[in-house]
């Protein structure tokens, strides 16, 4: 009986600490301001709505991840095999200077934001960024179709881009 209801207390606690995964951003989320290629500041908002319509994939990088760097060959391939997506690439680095020259030394093809507060900005607390690179899908109606992928090749990313 002991074992039961330690079992039972465990399942319990298991559900009820499991973190319940969003599919509309937040108000705030929508609001933070990024900063682009040429240096103005735009509020992610007004990012994912000139794409309505679409469906937008999310890569959360940054130019010292190793893993964000070797994933780029199987990305290029994504983007060949799917070019109605769109391709937000949301940096986490903390320079403008490296961030731009690592988008120019490995020509990556996308729309291209800065994270000025990385990681740790509103976006990432929201969709607990633990790792990068992160991969998300939103849909053509502005939800998150697709919460977390940590390779680009993870099934789950060709599944959900339709």
Known sequence: MKSFAYIL?????FVSCSKEIQT?????????QYTNLKGELVSFRTIL???KGKQIVID?????????IVGLPELRTLQAKKPDAVYLFLSADKNLDTWKRTIKKHNIVGEHY????????????????DWIPRYMIVDSDGNIELFEAIEVD???????LK
């Open 154 to 160: 993870d099934p789950l990313i060709r599944d959900t």
């Open 24 to 32: 509309q951003l937040s108000k705030e989320v929508l609001n933070e």
């Open 114 to 129: 800065f994270m000025r507060n990385g990681t740790k900005g509103l976006l990432g607390k929201f969709v607990d960024i």
């Open 9 to 13: 207390i465990s399942c319990l606690l």
């Open 49 to 51: 709505s000139k794409h």
């Open 60 to 68: 959360v990088w940054a130019s010292w991840c190793r893993d964000c």
